[in-house]
C-alpha cells in the first residue's frame, strides 16, 4: 500500500525553466511534508518542508505547495539549473511518531542545457 | 550542520554471510535513529526505529531476528543482517534526527550490500 505516491518517474526541463514535481497522498493523518533530493549513492538530502497548517513555503528557488483537499502536494524549482538533476523524493510523517518518514517512489529530474 | 555517517559504503560477500553496518551522528545525539531499504527504482522504505538504550520498534514485515538493530550510545547505532542471502541485496540507509533541531531527518550516505 504506496501511501505516498510520485506519478512521474522522470521528467526532464531546460535550464532556466520551472520545474514542477508532483507528490500525492492518501493517509489524511499526515501532517508534514518535506522534499528530498538524492544523488546515486549517497543519501538524500533535505530540500524543503511545509506543515499542514499551511499551503506554501518558500526558499530560495524552491517552493512547496500543498492542498490538503487535494491530498497533493508540489514542489516548483525556478529558474532550474543543471546541478539540480537528481532524484527528488517527498515524504509525509504524522506528528507526534518521532518522525517516521513514508516516502514517495521518485521522480528523477534532468535539467538539459 | 548535522552529520550523519555510514560504513561501510559497499559490502560484497557470500551468502551465509552476517554483515554488521553502522551509523553514527558526528555532531549531535540522537537518541532516535531510523534505518531504511531501497530497492532499485523504489522507494526509501523504512525498516525499523532504533531506540538508544532499548529495544528497536520494527515495521510490519520485517525480521527482526533477520535485521539485528543495537543503539548502544546516543551517537552509534548498528544494523546486522544476519545470515545474509542474494535476496538481502539491497541499499541500506540509515539516518538520525538531532533533538535540539527543528529540521528533520539527517540522512547517511547509504550501503550498497550485495550477496552472492
Known amino acids: 500500500d504506496q501511501q505516498v505516491k510520485q506519478n512521474s518517474p522522470s521528467l526532464s526541463v531546460q535550464e532556466g525553466r520551472i520545474s514542477i514535481l508532483n507528490c500525492d497522498y492518501t493517509?489524511?493523518?499526515?501532517?508534514?511534508f518535506l522534499w528530498y533530493k538524492k544523488y546515486p549513492a549517497e543519501g538524500p538530502t533535505f530540500l524543503i518542508s511545509?506543515?499542514?497548517?499551511?499551503d506554501k513555503n518558500e526558499d530560495g528557488r524552491f517552493t512547496v505547495f500543498l492542498n490538503k483537499s487535494a491530498k497533493h502536494l508540489s514542489l516548483h524549482i525556478v529558474p532550474s539549473q543543471p546541478g539540480d538533476s537528481a532524484v527528488y523524493f517527498c515524504a509525509a510523517s504524522v506528528t507526534g511518531t518521532a518522525s517516521k518518514l513514508t516516502f514517495g517512489t521518485g521522480t528523477r529530474l534532468q535539467v538539459t542545457l | 550542520g548535522a552529520v550523519v555517517s555510514q560504513h561501510p559504503s559497499r559490502v560484497i560477500c557470500k551468502s551465509g554471510t552476517s554483515v554488521k553496518i553502522e551509523c553514527r551522528s558526528l555532531d549531535f545525539q540522537a537518541t532516535t535513529m531510523f534505518w531504511y531499504r531501497q530497492f532499485p527504482k523504489q522507494s526509501l522504505m523504512l525498516m525499523a526505529t532504533?531506540?538508544?538504550?532499548?529495544?528497536?520498534?520494527?515495521e510490519q514485515g520485517v525480521e527482526k531476528d533477520k535485521f539485528l538493530i543495537n543503539h548502544a550510545s546516543l551517537t552509534l547505532s548498528t544494523l546486522t543482517v544476519t545470515s545474509a542471502h542474494p535476496e538481502d541485496s539491497s541499499f541500506y540507509i540509515c539516518?538520525?534526527?538531532?533533538?535540539?533541531?527543528?529540521?528533520?531527518?539527517?540522512f547517511g550516505d547509504g550501503t550498497r550490500l550485495s550477496i552472492l
Open positions: 511545509i506543515s499542514s497548517i499551511k
Open positions: 532504533s531506540n538508544e538504550g532499548s529495544k528497536a520498534t520494527y
Open positions: 539516518s538520525a534526527r538531532d533533538p535540539e533541531q527543528s529540521q528533520p531527518q539527517h
Open positions: 493517509n489524511s493523518m499526515f501532517d508534514y
